[in-house]
Structure formats: C-alpha cells, structure tokens
C-alpha cells in the first residue's frame, strides 16, 4: 500500500494541487498542497504502526492461550499427585500414622490450594487480559480506520492516473496536437481532479483522526494489559511462596515431632515432679521459672520494647506458623504471638512461655525477634 513508489507519485499529485489550489495559503496559514503531502506521510506512518501493534496484540493473545494451555496440563498433573498424598496420609490408611503420611498429607492439602491459585490466574489472564486483547484486534474501530485509510488511498490513486492524462493532454497543446475533443476531454481531467482533490482533503484528515484514535488506543490499553498480567502473576507467585512457607513449617514440624519422640522413647530419666508420657526433651530437669517483666525488658524503665537476649538467656520470638499442642509439655501457639524462649534443644525443640502457659513447640514455628511491643511482652510473659 505505503512505499517509494507511493512517495513519488504524491508529489506528482503535489504539482497537479498547485494548480488547482493554486499552491496558496489558506485562513490557517497551511498550504494545501503540503498538507495533503503530509497527511499522506502521517497516515503511512500510522499504517504501520497500527498494523505492528496489532501484530504483537496478537502474538500476547497466542501466547496468553498457551500458558492457560500448560497450565491445564501441570494443574492435572498435580491433582493426580495430591490425590494420592491424600490417600496414602489418610487416617484409615495403613500410612496414615507414620510422620511420612502426615507430611504427604500436609503436601497434597497445600499443593491443591497452589494448583486453585494457579486456575484464577489463569482466569484472570483469560478473562482480563487476553479477551479485551482479541477483541481490539478484531473491534470495529481499527477495521473503520483502516477502511478509511483505503478509501483514501484509492482516492490517491485515481490522483495519480488523473495526473498521467492531464499531463499527456498538456504536452498535445503544447506541441499543438490539440484538438476540440483533447481540450474538452482535459477540461473534464482538470473539473474532476478538483473535485478529487477536495474530497481528498476531507477524506485524509477523518482517516487520520481516527487511525490516530486507534494507534492511542492500541497503546494505552495493551500496556494495561500487560501491567494486569504481571500483577496477577506477581499474585500468584507471592501466595504460593506462603503455602509451601507454611508447608515447609509444616513438615519440618512433624520431622522434629518424629524425632522428639524417638528420642522420648530411649529416655530412662522421668519427668520432674513425676509421672511419663510427657514430650518435653529436657523432661528430667527441674524447669526454671518464668522471666519477670523486668527480666525480660533487661531491667530498663519506660513504655518501649524490650531487648534480645538478657542475663539469664531468655530472648523473645515470634510464632510466624501456628502450632496445636498434641503432647503433654507442648503449648500451642498462634500466629502473631510473642513468646519468651528460655531454652532451645539441638533436636529443633525450644521451650518458653507465651500468655502465662509454659511448654514445648518446634524452634521452626518462631523468629527471634529484638523488639517487640509492650503489649506483648506483657502478655507473653502471662502479666496481662
């Protein structure tokens, strides 16, 4: 449509509008002829922009379908995976009560709830992202620009021929050739190419208006697009790496739990103040005290917060992971919670105290922390 060719012939055309536009200044200052030369380069530059950004348009539709595609198949994949998890960590399963079967049923529960964040990305992606997409490529007002656009370029092109037959006329008189029928037959070439010319001028500048419109909105609304997809991505990601954070708590809780009892179970030194069965690992030493207040604050005045670690070895944490008591000795504890850690086993148990209850939880379930609200220290040490 648009070249070099395209180029010279409209300044063929030029020529022609000098003459029956007389090439002068209009109202507005613009020449005519040069703005109908202008138009013509404005709108082969739209052309091809409109038309590459259809093209890419295009291609993030294609390539949004194949990701909803692959994830279809890895979604399965995962289902089939989960299941079994599910099966073999069931509690009338013969692997139900191992600590492997409570892990796999940890894994299949959290991979089921990744896979269900993964199919409302992939609706997001659809609905939101590759639906307006296909529907720009294919929507009326690029076909309505375009279609101008052709009008116009036909119109150019009847300049064109209009330009040979004038021009071939002209060079009949000017070798004295002419005859009646030439000199009407270029009268009719010169009142036509007027006409053409108006038309022309009025055609050119509703095509570029609205494949100026289109180009704008090409633009703006794939760049939205594309934000809307990396946020619902960005989404996705963030809350899985939340459930195989959880997950991994998990797990490596129930590993210590196995351990703990194992090693509960080779132990000959009873519980102090008597009585078996309890899960704590230091179960045959006297338990220390809770910290006061003031033990836990380093003994320093004022509303603040309290420090790290004191004298007497305590530090305070915070419960990043819930945790339900299962065992004599144990507390259970909730996410949020600020607890005072009076020792930590090598065996990934810590014992402390959190609002006035002391016991056991996996050290993987807390993260020391070296400030914490006043609130907090006061109820994990059980003043409040």
Not at 64 to 83: D, R, T, V, Y
Not at 170 to 184: I, M
Not at 275 to 293: K, Q, V, W
Request: aromatic share 4%; glycine share 12%; charged share 25%.
């Amino acid at each position: 449509m648009w070249g070099a060719a395209g180029r010279t012939n409209a300044q063929k055309i030029q020529t022609i509008f000098n003459k029956f536009v007389g090439g002068s200044a209009r109202s507005d200052g613009i020449v005519v002829d040069e703005a109908e030369l202008q138009r013509h380069q404005q709108l082969e530059r739209l052309y091809n922009t409109t038309k590459s950004a259809k093209h890419f348009q295009r291609e993030m539709v294609k390539g949004i379908e194949g990701i909803i595609n692959a994830n279809l198949k890895h979604i399965e994949s995962i289902a089939k995976l989960s299941e079994e998890c599910r099966k073999y960590g069931a509690p009338e399963s013969p692997g139900g009560s191992t600590v492997l079967g409570r892990a796999a049923l940890h894994f299949g529960a959290a991979h089921s709830a990744i896979e269900k964040e993964r199919d409302n990305m992939d609706r997001t992606l659809g609905t939101q992202v590759g639906d307006p997409l296909k529907a720009m490529v294919t929507g009326a007002p690029l076909e309505d620009a375009r279609s101008l656009t052709h009008r116009y370029d036909k119109l150019r092109q009847e300049a064109e021929a209009l330009v040979s037959e004038i021009q071939k006329r002209n060079q009949k008189a000017r070798d004295g050739l002419s005859n009646p029928e030439n000199a009407a037959k270029l009268q009719m070439a010169e009142q036509k190419m007027g006409e053409l010319a108006a038309t022309m001028t009025v055609l050119g500048r509703e095509a570029a208006t609205a494949m100026m419109a289109v180009e704008a909105q090409q633009q703006r609304q794939s760049l939205q697009r594309l934000i809307g997809m990396v946020e619902s991505e960005r989404a996705f990601h963030q809350r899985s790496v939340e459930i195989l954070s959880h997950l991994h708590a998990q797990m490596v809780g129930e590993r210590q739990k196995s351990d703990h009892s194992g090693n509960n179970s080779t132990a000959t030194a009873t519980p102090a103040g008597g009585g078996g069965g309890s899960t704590n690992p230091f179960a045959g030493s006297a338990e220390p005290p809770p910290p006061s207040y003031e033990e836990v604050r380093g003994g320093g005045g004022g509303g603040s917060t309290g420090g790290g670690s004191n004298r007497a070895g305590y530090f305070l944490a915070e419960v990043v992971h819930a945790f339900e008591a299962e065992g004599p000795g144990e507390i259970s504890l909730n996410i949020g919670d600020y607890v005072v850690v009076r020792q930590v086993s090598p065996n990934g148990w810590s014992e402390g105290e959190a609002k006035g209850k002391a016991g056991w939880f996996p050290s993987a379930f807390v993260e020391r922390r070296q400030r914490a609200p006043a609130s907090k220290i006061l109820e994990a040490s059980g003043a409040l």
